[in-house]
């Protein structure tokens, strides 16, 4: 063998994305033709951190590589959407905990003004829906966390297959 025969050129690729994704990033990417070249965490290495950079490199003369390329980029897509939906079922429960906490908080700073001008009736007319607005939040979030999980758990479970899909064909390609 020559040294031409050899060399082999690279093409090289960073991704980011959260911990929750990184497995399938790392999978499926090797359908692609991509092999890992090491995963570097964002910010310290200490436990709990969400985002991490993924780091592959592929042989720039694969074969099919414009196929390939455009199933790539559904992958991608298909992956974005996922973490779109995974995250859609929990924002609008924060959006209505926060929201119902404000108010309750404004109605508690009506209790202490009106305790403060000497109006007890008054505070604590104010004050019972402060605490209802501090108390329910919480239960407000898990149940329209609930809903939505039961909501977007089939089109998580379709956009998986899709992406699955989208793995198989390119493999078929790059086996092929």
């Not at 973490?83 to 309750?104: Q, V, Y």
């Not at 505070?123 to 919480?138: E, H, R, S």
């Not at 149940?143 to 909501?151: D, G, P, S, V, Y």
């Amino acid at each position: 063998m020559n040294n031409e025969e050899r060399f082999v050129a690279y093409e090289y690729k960073t991704v980011t994305t959260t911990r929750g994704l990184e497995s399938i990033y790392l999978d499926g990417f090797q359908n692609f033709g991509w092999e890992p070249d090491g995963s570097v965490p964002f910010g310290t290495a200490a436990v709990g951190t969400a985002a991490v950079m993924l780091k592959f490199r592929r042989n720039r003369n694969i074969k099919n590589k414009a196929e390939l390329m455009r199933l790539e980029r559904q992958f991608e897509d298909g992956i974005q959407e996922i973490g779109i939906l995974e995250k859609s079922r929990t924002s609008a429960a924060n959006i209505t905990a926060i929201t119902i906490g404000i108010i309750g908080t404004a109605f508690m700073a009506g209790a202490v003004f009106a305790y403060l001008a000497g109006m007890v009736l008054l505070m604590v007319i104010l004050a019972i829906p402060g605490f209802l607005g501090w108390l329910f939040p919480y239960f407000c979030y898990t149940r329209i966390k609930a809903q939505r999980t039961q909501n977007t758990a089939p089109l998580i479970d379709k956009q998986y297959d899709t992406v699955y899909d989208l793995c198989e064909k390119a493999h078929a390609l790059l086996a092929g």
